[in-house]
Structure formats: C-alpha cells, structure tokens
C-alpha cells in the first residue's frame, strides 16, 4: 500500500471554458465569489483595496469569508509569486500554500490546484489534508457548474444547517 504524503495534495477538473475566464474565476474578487466565497477582498501592500474586477497581484493580502459561515469564520492570507505555468499561487492561512495551474490534456483544459506545505501534526492532517481536500473537490465542482453552465452549488440560507 502507498503511503500517504500529508504534505500535499491535488485535485482536479475539466472545464470547457476560455483560459481567460478561468484566470478571472481565480484572480479577482469578483471571480472568487461567482462560485467560492462570499467575501473576497484584497489589499495591496499600500493599503489600498483592491475593486471588484480588478486583478489581484503578488504580495496583495486578503481576507476571505465563506457562505453558510458567521463573519468571525474567515482567512487571512497573501498572494504569491506564481511559479511556472500557475495562474495564482498564495498561503492558505496555516494551511500551507495553494497554486492553480491550467493543463491541456486530451484536448481538455484541466484546472490542477496543489495545496502543499501542510503542517505534519495530526489536526493539521485532519482539517488541512483532509478537510481541505473535501472542500477544494467540491469547490472545483461548482467552480464547472458555475462557469460552465451557470448553476451555483453552494447553500446561501445561513438559516439552513448542513453540517
């Protein structure tokens, strides 16, 4: 049986959509809450916030908040400097590092997010590695339902209790 690396993992998915609304999806505040969260702001390291539609940049803060959660449930992080062939890359909070790339495979665009970095203790291998994972699978998911046909998957009654 392979070991499992706690450090890291990906998930995936195909999407048959442009690049460039990929990258949008991703890089602005507005992309992010189409099909991720209900808060997305970003401050640049002058202090100023970032608009709506404006793309986000390297060194840029955020603060970000989810549907179904209170606003004292939020995180904080940086953006980046992407590597090669990412679109974004930024510290998840204490949950170590994201990046988003976009591949051709099959004639298909596949969207690869890496979460690595992942502290070694044992809840951070439960709510980083596995509880992120779950959350970035479904979130991929509704990321193609959204961009591909409109539909978000995400509850928005916070009087609604799914857990």
Known sequence: ME????????????????????????????????????MAEFTTPKGDHRD??????????YKWQWHGYPDSVEEQGEVLEPQENEIIRFRFGKAGIVNVQVKEMEGEKIVELTQEEIPQDEESKLNFHAGCKTGWTFYLAN?????????????????LKLE
Do not use: C, M
């Open 3 to 38: 070991k499992v690396d706690w450090s890291r993992f990906v998930v995936r998915t195909a999407l048959k959509v442009s690049n460039e609304e990929i990258k949008t999806a991703w890089t602005t505040p507005h992309g992010l809450e189409k099909w991720f969260l209900r």
């Open 52 to 61: 709506s539609n404006e793309k986000v940049q390297v060194h840029d803060t």
């Open 143 to 159: 990321l193609k339902s959204v961009l591909e046909n409109g539909y978000d998957l995400r509850n928005k009654n916070v009087n």
